[in-house]
């Protein structure tokens, strides 16, 4: 999970050429184990992105050495939020999904950030 966050974070950076934290994490889903010996490989990419915030998805496969099979063993979505040089929330660049998959993440991202606002809203009038 620690590589996780490391990997969403340059890619965050990477997107703003801003220095950018950490606002959320969303639950982490193992979908399969990791075993001893195997080799992890994390891919991640912005999805969508709000004015100074924008949602990483990051996928975790599992590589065995031997045989050169991969598992896809877990996937999370992480909130950036792009900072100023005064630690102030500044605007992201925007993103222009061009393919197929790029737009289901999109679309999907979108939705995620509706549900975590009304979850968060929910939460609040208890
Ligand atoms: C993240 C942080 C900068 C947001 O600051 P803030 O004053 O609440 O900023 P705002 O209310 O203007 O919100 C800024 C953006 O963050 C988003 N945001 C804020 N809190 C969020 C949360 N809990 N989950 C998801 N998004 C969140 C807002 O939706 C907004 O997005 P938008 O501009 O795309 O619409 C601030 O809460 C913070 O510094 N948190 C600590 C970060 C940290 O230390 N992370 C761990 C180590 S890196």
Avoid: W
Wanted: glycine content about 6%.
């Amino acid at each position: 999970m620690k590589y996780m966050d490391e990997v969403a974070a340059i890619v965050a950076v990477k997107h703003t050429g801003k220095n950018c934290v950490t606002a959320s994490v969303d639950r982490m889903d193992f979908y399969a184990p990791v075993f001893i010996g195997n080799l992890l490989v994390l891919k991640a990419s912005v999805n969508y992105v709000g004015v100074t915030s924008m949602e990483v998805g990051v996928r975790v496969e599992a590589q065995n050495p031997i045989s050169g099979a991969v598992t896809h063993t877990g996937s999370c979505y992480f909130t950036y939020v792009a900072l100023d040089e005064f630690g102030k929330p500044t605007p992201v660049p925007g993103l222009r999904p061009v393919t197929k998959d790029e737009k289901r993440r999109f679309r999907q991202a979108a939705a995620r950030r509706k549900i975590r606002e009304a979850e968060l809203a929910a939460l609040r009038k208890l």
